[in-house]
């Protein structure tokens, strides 16, 4: 399989305990993917809140539509992981800051969207081809 990456940027005048920072998300896809340049999707069935300070808080969709596929919800374990990191993070335990992640079976990508909050210097998301869009849209909440 070919994969190419996408690069996106998100900024923050409110991480915690830092200027402005910016991560580098890479979404790991493949090639009929890219090509078919599919536009996020519509079928957002619910939003899950990760608050990450006061300031910020990411917004992550659920795809409920996606019958029986593990990839269209967020976890409990991704929300405890991203929890435990903000918590980490708030008691100067800054473990994710500055270091390079990647997050395989990202899903809606929450953790891996997290790290990034947290200011990770680059995250890379990955899944299946179809579930794709649904990172995409993640990332552009």
Known sequence: MVLFFEAARRCSDHRIGSPAHS???????????????????????????????????????????????????????????????IKQHEIGRKLIAGKRIIELGSGTGAAGLTAAALGASQVVLTDKDHLIPHIKANIQR
């Open 23 to 85: 991560s580098t998300l890479l979404l790991v896809m493949s090639a009929s993917e890219a090509a078919a340049g599919s536009d996020p999707p519509g079928d957002v069935s619910c939003i899950r809140d990760v608050e990450i300070s006061e300031e910020l808080t990411l917004h992550i969709g659920e795809q409920h539509t996606l019958e029986d596929e593990a990839g269209a919800c967020v976890w409990d374990a991704a929300l405890v992981l991203c929890h435990f990191l």
